[in-house]
């Protein structure tokens, strides 16, 4: 039984903190909700459209890629804008210049004074290392208007073996060159 309780414990933790999962943002229940598969967090909802600049600040990244149709071309792709669900994919070069990848999805407001269709965006954190995945909007009455995707935060790069050889031999010559300098006849 002990045994068993700690399988248990481990499928968990495996399910919480392992792979990807789609995760579903919004606010109280009877408000609008957003599904995106692969994602790690959701990070911000509101009211209204953010401009590039708001969307950036949100998660203090940079906007790299905005889309209002459904494209093919440039960092970000994707279908379903006019729809209440579709598809996103991006480059997978800008997991290499950023640590965090965001999305911004943006639907159309008929009622701002009815709940149901609030909050009108949505941030969602992508799982690291995500390049496609889908999207899904509930109540389905308004659609997507645009999306867009947001870096932040440097990937940490990892020396490579030659430079790391070079700063060796460098180490080793610097050596060398001090143990010559005190073999040298004295006068």
Same mark, same amino acid.
């Given at each position: 039984?002990?045994?068993?309780?700690?399988?248990?414990?481990?499928?968990?933790?495996?399910?919480?903190?392992?792979?990807?999962?789609?995760?579903?943002?919004?606010?109280?229940?009877?408000?609008? %909700?957003?599904?995106?598969?692969?994602?790690?967090?959701?990070?911000?909802?509101?009211?209204?459209?953010?401009?590039?600049?708001?969307?950036?600040?949100?998660?203090?990244? %940079?906007?790299?890629?905005?889309?209002? %149709?459904?494209? /093919?071309?440039?960092?970000?792709?994707?279908?379903?804008?006019?729809?209440?669900?579709?598809?996103?994919?991006?480059?997978?070069?800008?997991?290499?210049?950023?640590?965090?990848?965001?999305?911004?999805?943006?639907?159309?407001?008929?009622?701002?004074?009815?709940? %149901?269709?609030?909050?009108?965006?949505?941030?969602?954190?992508?799982?690291?290392?995500?390049?496609?995945?889908?999207?899904?909007?509930?109540?389905?009455?308004?659609?997507?208007? /645009?999306?867009?995707?947001?870096?932040?935060?440097?990937?940490?790069?990892? !020396?490579? !073996?030659?430079?790391?050889?070079?700063?060796?031999?460098?180490?080793?010559?610097?050596?060398?060159?001090?143990?010559?300098?005190?073999?040298?006849?004295?006068?």
């Amino acid at each position: 039984m002990r045994i068993a309780n700690k399988l248990a414990g481990v499928a968990a933790v495996t399910l919480v903190a392992g792979s990807a999962h789609a995760l579903t943002c919004g606010g109280p229940t009877g408000t609008r %909700t957003v599904t995106v598969d692969p994602a790690a967090a959701c990070t911000a909802t509101g009211l209204g459209n953010l401009g590039d600049g708001d969307i950036a600040s949100t998660v203090g990244g %940079t906007l790299l890629d905005r889309d209002t %149709t459904n494209s /093919n071309g440039g960092s970000l792709d994707i279908t379903g804008v006019s729809a209440s669900s579709g598809t996103w994919s991006l480059a997978s070069s800008l997991w290499d210049a950023y640590s965090s990848l965001y999305l911004y999805l943006h639907f159309g407001n008929g009622n701002p004074t009815d709940p %149901t269709y609030n909050p009108d965006w949505f941030i969602v954190q992508l799982t690291s290392g995500a390049t496609s995945g889908t999207w899904s909007v509930n109540p389905t009455q308004l659609t997507l208007s /645009n999306i867009a995707v947001v870096g932040s935060g440097p990937t940490q790069r990892v !020396p490579e !073996p030659a430079s790391m050889a070079l700063f060796g031999l460098g180490l080793g010559l610097l050596g060398f060159g001090l143990k010559r300098r005190g073999n040298a006849p004295k006068s």
